[in-house]
């Protein structure tokens, strides 16, 4: 991954806007799967290397992604899922 690049430089290179990119690194918008490729194509890496991106930073602290139920509303538990 290049360093040193600014989110004007990936907005332009992938073709996601600035704002959305301030988004979701904020955590206040989820990228679709498209989104992904895009930033992953601006900062020439697989896909699958953007999520080791923020676990490179919190190794020792819990994730901050969750699976959580169909409704969102609650942390999925994939026994109940079976039964």
């Known amino acids: 991954m290049e360093e040193g690049l600014t989110l004007e430089q990936l907005a332009e290179r992938s073709g996601v806007s ?3 990119l301030i988004n979701i690194e904020q955590a206040k918008h989820a ?3 498209t989104t992904l490729h895009a930033i992953a194509y601006g900062l020439n ?3 699958g290397d953007l999520a080791n ?3 490179a930073r919190s190794a020792s602290g819990p994730s901050a992604v969750a699976p959580v139920s169909p409704g969102g509303t ?3 538990d994939e026994r ?3 039964s």
Do not use: H, I, Y
């Open 18 to 20: 600035r704002r959305q």
């Open 31 to 33: 990228p679709t799967v």
């Open 45 to 47: 890496v697989a896909v």
């Open 53 to 55: 991106v923020g676990s």
């Open 74 to 76: 609650k942390p999925f």
């Open 80 to 82: 109940q899922a079976a």
